[in-house]
């Protein structure tokens, strides 16, 4: 429970970076419209080559009774995956529901609630962000696989 409230707080703290740097200009949120997704998709593909490198370098150094080791890693790494997946489907559907109009997503007009313009972007950095976040948790703990097989070695 400790972990999914701190989990929770980091989130809503990078919640709010995201939106400080937000804007409503078009020009500004078109640059992140246009980038993101082929980043974050070459992020994702350079990632499965990478983990199917370890992959294979386990399965020849670590012995068969001892792959029960690397069992925690695997679900976590799967969970991390998913969520790049969800980040990079954020990333290519979230400009295509800014230009959309979908009445069950119909966006309040209150005076001291944010501009839709800069929800969406927010979005979108938040997307970049957990993507960031999560590359760099699956290298280093691919680093630390290969560390511990090693060891194991």
């Known amino acids: 429970m400790q972990k999914l409230a ?5 989130l809503i703290v990078l919640g709010v970076i995201c939106f400080i740097f937000s804007s409503e200009d078009k020009n500004t949120y078109s640059i992140i419209e246009q980038s993101s997704a082929g980043i974050i998709g ?11 490198v370890i992959f294979s370098m386990l399965i020849n150094i670590c012995p068969q009774n001892n792959k ?3 069992d925690d890693y695997f679900v ?8 790049l997946i969800f980040c990079l489907g954020a990333s290519v559907f979230i400009p295509y529901l800014r230009e959309m109009d979908i009445p069950l997503l119909e966006y309040p ?10 929800l969406f972007t927010t979005f979108e950095i938040l997307s970049i962000a957990l993507s960031l ?3 760099l948790e699956v290298i280093s703990s691919m680093i ?8 194991n070695k």
Do not use: C, P, Y
């Open 6 to 10: 701190t989990l929770m707080v980091r």
């Open 42 to 52: 070459a992020t994702l593909g350079g990632i499965i080559a990478g983990i199917s």
């Open 68 to 70: 029960h080791v690397f």
């Open 76 to 83: 976590k790494l799967e969970s991390d995956l998913k969520i």
């Open 109 to 118: 007009k209150w005076e001291f609630f944010m501009s839709r313009a800069r």
């Open 133 to 135: 976040n999560i590359t």
């Open 144 to 151: 630390m696989v290969v560390k511990k097989a090693l060891q």
